[in-house]
C-alpha cells in the first residue's frame, strides 16, 4: 500500500481520491476545510497548502503528491505562485512525484489541433500564471530537485464540474428553457471527463518514463456547444434543447457586478472558433482510452 496526497477536493481531486482509494492505496486528501469524499482509505485533512512547512509535513512518506487545487478564477495571479511554490518545496523536500492538473491556457490562441510539443504562448493573464506555473515546475525538474510532470485537460464533464456550459446552458436546456453562451454555437469544441484526469493523472505518477514533459488527458472527439446541449437534453428526456448566442456585450455587463463572469471575458476565444486537444500521445503511452461522451454526459447531467 503506498501513500499518495492530493491538493484539492474538486471534482478531479476526488476522482483521484476514489480511484487510488478503490485499488487499495493510502491516500492523504488535503483542503481548507478537511472537505472531501467519504470512502475507506481516503483520510481528508484540513490543512493550508499554501503553507510550505505544513504541505511538507502532510505529504512526508508519499510517492506522489497531486495539485488538482483550483483557487478562484479571479484569484489566479495572487493565489496560485504561492501555492505553486509551497508545491515545489513539499515536493524537493518528501521526494515525491509532483503531478499537476493543468489546462490548455498556456498555449493561447491556435489554430490546430493542440499537441504536448506546442510552445507555451499564453494570450491572457491566467494562461501566463498556468505557464509560469509550469516553467517553474520543469526548471526545478531538470535541475534535479524535485520530478514532476503535468496532465492538461480541456473544459471538464462530470458530477459537479463548473464550466460555462455547465452553469450557463446545461441547466436551462434540462429545464426546457433557452440557455444561451457568447459562443460559436457549431464550432468544434474538446471537452475532457474528469475521470479520464484522474486516470492519466494516476498512470503518469507510476511512470518515470512520463516525469519532465506534459500530457494532454484521453479526451473523445470534439463536439460543438449546441451539438453537447442536444445530445444532454435526449439523454436526460428533456424537450430538445434551445441554446442562442449570447452577445458579447451581455457578458462585459455581467462582469460589472460578477467577478467570475468578469474572467471569463479574456478567456473568450476558446468559444469564439475551434478548440481541440489532440490527445493520443496519452493514449499510446498509457493505453488509456477515452471515456465516451455520453457516459461523460450522463454523470453531468446526474450531477
Given at each position: 500500500m503506498s501513500l499518495h496526497v492530493i491538493v484539492g477536493a474538486g471534482p478531479v481531486g476526488s476522482a483521484t481520491a476514489r480511484l487510488l482509494a478503490g485499488r487499495g492505496d493510502e491516500v492523504r486528501l488535503l483542503t481548507r476545510s478537511g472537505s472531501?469524499?467519504?470512502?475507506?482509505?481516503?483520510?481528508?485533512?484540513?490543512?493550508?497548502?499554501?503553507?510550505?512547512?505544513?504541505l511538507a509535513r502532510h505529504t512526508e512518506g508519499a510517492v506522489a503528491l497531486y495539485c488538482c487545487a483550483g483557487p478562484a478564477y479571479h484569484r489566479w495571479p495572487t493565489d496560485w505562485p504561492p501555492l505553486g511554490a509551497a508545491l515545489l518545496h513539499a515536493a524537493e523536500k518528501g521526494r515525491a512525484v509532483l503531478v499537476t492538473t493543468g489546462n490548455l491556457y498556456g498555449y493561447g490562441e491556435v489554430d490546430a489541433p493542440m499537441t504536448e510539443e506546442l510552445p507555451l504562448r499564453p494570450n491572457s493573464v491566467k494562461g501566463e500564471v498556468r505557464a509560469k506555473l509550469w516553467t517553474d515546475a520543469v526548471a526545478a525538474h531538470e535541475a534535479g530537485r524535485i520530478r514532476t510532470a503535468e496532465v492538461r485537460g480541456s473544459d471538464y464533464l462530470g458530477a459537479g464540474v463548473v464550466?460555462?456550459?455547465?452553469?450557463?446552458?446545461?441547466?436551462k436546456v434540462l429545464a426546457g428553457r433557452r440557455g444561451s453562451l457568447p459562443a460559436d454555437l457549431d464550432a468544434p469544441h474538446s471537452w475532457t471527463y474528469v475521470g479520464d484526469m484522474a486516470r492519466t493523472l494516476v498512470a503518469v505518477a507510476a511512470d518515470e518514463n512520463a516525469w519532465g514533459r506534459a500530457w494532454h488527458a484521453p479526451t473523445p472527439p470534439p463536439m460543438s456547444v449546441r451539438a453537447l446541449a442536444t445530445r444532454a437534453a435526449e439523454l436526460a428526456g428533456a424537450p430538445a434543447a434551445r441554446v442562442a448566442r449570447m452577445p458579447g456585450i451581455a457578458l462585459r455587463l455581467a462582469g460589472l457586478f460578477n467577478p467570475a463572469a468578469r474572467e471569463m471575458i479574456e478567456m473568450q476565444y476558446q468559444l469564439q472558433r475551434p478548440f481541440v486537444l489532440d490527445?493520443?500521445?496519452?493514449?499510446?503511452?498509457?493505453?488509456?482510452?477515452p471515456t465516451p461522451a455520453d457516459e461523460a454526459l450522463r454523470e453531468t447531467v446526474k450531477g
Open positions: 472531501g469524499p467519504r470512502q475507506t482509505g481516503i483520510e481528508r485533512i484540513a490543512a493550508d497548502a499554501n503553507d510550505p512547512a505544513a464550466t460555462a456550459f455547465t452553469v450557463m446552458v446545461l441547466p490527445s493520443s500521445a496519452a493514449t499510446a503511452a498509457f493505453g488509456i482510452q
